[in-house]
């Protein structure tokens, strides 16, 4: 068998198991590969790291209709990664009161992007789409990532204020 036929017969639970995904909040299934061992010292970042963090974070995120991206932002800059699975469907909220919605995912002449960079503070949420049900990625974040960086978002009160993305919101949430 072909490692492509392998892979095509993963499901979202041997991914999890095989990778050591566990249930979060925000993001389906995660777990974290790198958390800098170099610190920025308190003080060494603009507000509101000035606390201090590490230099940077990466982690791997399976999402499935029944784990989602559920509506969030983090403080940092976040870049995400296709890895497998089918694609993602990402819905943006930027801070000039846009919204747009980005596939990431493997085909790129359909327009896909294998990464995606979400800016620091700007709530998100995505849903898988395809065939096989779940996506596999992964998230990089300058400065690392802390809880304190992580704000679940309020989709009524979002949807006033992006009023020509309110049904996509409802829709993804």
Not at 26 to 32: P, S
Not at 76 to 84: A, I, M, P, R
Request: net charge negative.
């Amino acid at each position: 068998m072909s490692a492509a036929a392998k892979v095509a017969e993963l499901t979202a639970d041997e991914v999890c198991a095989l990778l050591g995904l566990e249930p979060n909040a925000t993001c389906g299934f995660v777990r974290e590969t790198y958390r800098s061992a170099l610190p920025i010292a308190a003080g060494g970042l603009p507000a509101p790291f000035d606390g201090g963090r590490p230099l940077g974070s990466g982690l791997y995120f399976l999402v499935a209709p029944t784990a989602p991206v559920k509506l969030h932002r983090i403080r940092n800059d976040q870049l995400y990664h296709y890895y497998l699975g089918d694609p993602l469907e990402v819905l943006l909220l930027r801070d000039d009161g846009a919204a747009e919605r980005i596939v990431v995912g493997p085909d790129l002449r359909a327009g896909h992007h294998v990464q995606l960079l979400i800016p620091g503070s700007t709530f998100h949420t995505a849903r898988v789409l395809g065939e096989r049900r779940w996506f596999l990625g992964g998230s990089t974040e300058w400065p690392g990532v802390t809880p304190a960086d992580v704000e679940i978002g309020d989709a009524e009160a979002l949807a006033a204020l992006y009023p020509a993305c309110a049904s996509d919101l409802r829709a993804f949430v």
